[in-house]
Antibody
Framework: QVQLVQSGAEVKKPGASVQVSCKAS????????MHWVRQAPGQGLEWMGW????????NYAQKFLGRVTMTRDTSISTGYMELSRLRSDDTAVYYC???????????????WGQGTLVTVSS | DIQMTQSPSSLSASVGDRVTITCQAN??????LNWYQQKPGKAPKLLIY???ILKTGVPSRFSGSGSGTDFTFTISSLQPEDIATYYC?????????FGPGTKVDIK
């Protein structure tokens, strides 16, 4: 079955960077866009960007331009999201999610990884 | 960015009740709208796509309707396992955006 398994929780200091990984299984990794969505504590969902695992092409939300980098390693079917210059308001659960239709960008999300809590605190 | 609103922000209903949530977009998004369910401490799950199409395996008590700017999500008979927050999400315009969510509780 299609599964996305993310790396474990992280605690970072303000100004640091964090990298979250998302390992895909049960499907052809390079065939589907991967998105990243975050959720601050008690808050709603915020889309951050996508990566095309086949080409490596990316597109980021305006809010995160210059701070976020999405990459992938096709040899291990894993996507990565790195967020730099962390602030306290970056404390959130970060989710990876697959675009559900092969070979096309639809900007919806199914399935999702289990989430990775990133806490930014001095 | 397309702004999505939902109402109510929370509701309490009894088991077996019909529950309705509305979602509104500030621009016409045709039928490019999804509904997700998020249970406490869990990742969201897709329930409905293209405004009204039930994802395979999702119970038929869930349904969606609407187009343009106004959408409705309905649980025909609320079950205890439906306790969750429900989000709408538009994918007509970049960037994709979510509504603020509706928290559903059992009375």
């Amino acid at each position: 079955q299609v599964q996305l398994v993310q790396s474990g929780a992280e605690v970072k200091k303000p100004g640091a960077s964090v990298q979250v990984s998302c390992k895909a299984s049960g499907y052809t990794f390079t065939g589907y866009y991967m998105h990243w969505v975050r959720q601050a504590p008690g808050q709603g969902l915020e889309w951050m960007g996508w990566i095309n695992p086949h080409s490596g092409g990316t597109n980021y939300a305006q809010k995160f331009l210059g701070r976020v980098t999405m990459t992938r390693d096709t040899s291990i079917s894993t996507g990565y999201m790195e967020l730099s210059r962390l602030r306290s308001d970056d404390t959130a659960v970060y989710y990876c999610a697959r675009d559900p239709l092969r070979g096309s960008l639809n900007n919806w999300f199914d399935p999702w990884g289990q989430g990775t809590l990133v806490t930014v605190s001095s | 960015d397309i702004q999505m609103t939902q109402s109510p922000s929370s509701l309490s209903a009894s088991v077996g009740d019909r529950v309705t949530i509305t979602c509104q977009a500030n621009h016409d998004i045709s039928n490019y709208l999804n509904w997700y369910q998020q249970k406490p401490g869990k990742a969201p799950k897709l329930l409905i796509y293209d405004a009204s199409i039930l994802k395979t395996g999702v119970p038929s008590r869930f349904s969606g309707s609407g187009s343009g700017t106004d959408f409705t999500f309905t649980i025909s008979s609320l079950q205890p396992e439906d306790i969750a927050t429900y989000y709408c999400q538009q994918y007509d315009n970049f960037p994709p955006t979510f509504g603020p969510g509706t928290k559903v509780d059992i009375k």
